[in-house]
């Protein structure tokens, strides 16, 4: 328990929807009036569950319900989960930007945060007095903070503009120079939330070396929210994945972004209902459906297709797998020279992929249909489907695949050639 510098217990927040506050003034009586006769708040025993999709059922919702993990000093926590899922009202409780409505928090040591543009800045101070000013709110004294100040000021790459006012920044400077105040002032726990995304590239590279630094070196606590997985799994040794205001997993980073992007896999049904060509898209393997596939596997993509009314001839058809937005395959009917074939009205395409290169993990799937002369996409449909690729032998040599080995899996041959 010395090693633990967060804890969280049974943590939950309620709002009530469509207003400001707690609601009317009956609502605050009543509350007022069972907590002076020592009973529970009565609207804590209502208020439906955080799904933004659905409509609400109550006139309260709970944004977070019996949150429960604990961080250890020096390790990097990834929070993921989809838009609305509680992650930045959590870190907002954690950050004390607003409190909890029940359960505890408690923590060893000093919170610094960077939930959204410009957080903790006053737009009219510069970008020096800002720093100074940060670090007082920190606890720190004057002579610490200019002792920190040109490696802030270096770091953030704004020493052009540091003593102008900060509302005169674009906000990927306020970002920057945001980031390096909380990184550089020392903080034991560093919060960041999907702002850094603001940031361009390179800056982006910068932080995350920061943050690795400052956990692996430094001993401080950094907690992390993105949607970039490729940034979640080079920077966190473990994740907490939240859906609907409570969490489904914690613990293994690759294994939590599986259950994040598993949780993202549209049905046949939303297909359905979002697209005007396409029915359903199915994987297929051994003549039947299946969600994941081993590597090297070879299996059919089935693509269902509506008794559509156009113009148009649809012969143009794509299929992209991409990995944490980057694609790492295509498919296409344009790539088959022996395809010739016209897709008509309540037609089902069949893309056949033999011995699939890819290594382990969850991959999204890109569909277009479109017009190939001229070349016009006439549909575009994102994250469709998820299919989940799984390791084996594929060597056959006793041992599995690793993640980290790369995208690509491909045997080949090797021998020693002599030079004698």
């Known amino acids: 328990m010395d090693d633990v510098i967060l804890k969280v217990e049974n943590l939950s927040k309620q709002y009530r929807l469509g207003l400001v506050g707690t609601g009317t003034l009956s609502h605050d009586l009543n509350r007022f009036w069972h907590k002076i006769r020592g009973k529970e708040n009565p609207y804590l025993k209502v208020g439906a569950v955080n799904d933004r999709s659905k409509k609400a059922s109550s006139d309260y919702v709970w944004a977070l319900q019996d949150i429960n993990f604990e961080v250890k000093r020096g390790e990097v926590l990834g929070i993921i989960g989809k838009n609305g899922a509680g992650k930045s009202t959590l870190l907002k409780i954690l950050s004390r930007v607003t409190a909890p409505t029940t359960g505890s928090i408690k923590t060893k040591g000093r919170i610094a945060s960077l939930l959204e543009v410009g957080t903790g800045m006053h737009p009219e101070l510069t970008g020096r007095e800002n720093i100074f000013l940060n670090g007082a709110i920190l606890g720190m004294t ?13 770091f ?14 674009s906000s990927g400077m306020r970002v920057r120079l945001g980031f390096a105040v909380a990184a550089f002032l020392e903080p034991d726990i560093l919060v960041v939330d999907e702002v850094l995304a603001v940031g361009d590239a390179e800056f982006q590279k910068k932080a995350i070396g920061k943050m690795q630094d400052v956990s692996s070196q430094g001993g401080r606590t950094v907690l992390f929210v993105s949607h970039n997985m490729t940034s979640i799994r080079s920077l966190c040794s473990r994740v907490v994945v939240l859906e609907n205001g409570g969490v489904v997993f914690d613990g293994d980073t690759n294994t939590g972004i599986e259950r994040y992007l598993e949780s993202n896999n549209e049905s046949n049904t939303n297909i359905n209902d979002k697209s005007d060509f396409i029915k359903s898209i199915s994987f297929i393997k051994d003549n039947k459906e299946v969600e994941q596939i081993c590597i ?5 993509i089935h693509v269902e297709f509506k008794d559509f009314q156009i113009t148009q001839k649809i012969d143009y058809c794509f299929i992209g797998l991409e990995d944490n937005d980057r694609r790492v395959l295509s498919l296409g009917t344009h790539h088959d020279v022996n395809f010739n074939g016209e897709i008509k009205p309540n037609n089902t395409l069949s893309c056949k992929v033999n011995n699939l290169p890819l290594n382990q993990g969850v991959y999204r799937i890109l569909f277009a249909v479109g017009t190939n002369m001229p070349r016009q996409n006439i549909e575009v449909l994102e994250n469709v489907r998820m299919i989940k690729i799984i390791n084996n032998d594929f060597f056959n040599n006793g041992i599995d695949v690793l993640k980290n080995q790369g995208d690509l899996i491909i045997k080949s041959d090797w021998s020693i050639i002599s030079n004698q």
Do not use: H, L, N, W
């Not at 004057?142 to 270096?154: L, P, R, S, T």
């Not at 020493?159 to 920044?169: F, G, H």
């Not at 090297?296 to 059919?300: A, I, K, L, V, Y």
């Open 142 to 154: 004057k002579a610490e903070i200019a002792g920190k100040i040109d490696e802030i000021v270096e």
């Open 156 to 169: 953030s790459g704004c020493e052009m503009y540091i003593d102008t006012p900060v509302k005169r920044y």
């Open 296 to 300: 090297g596997d070879s299996f059919q």
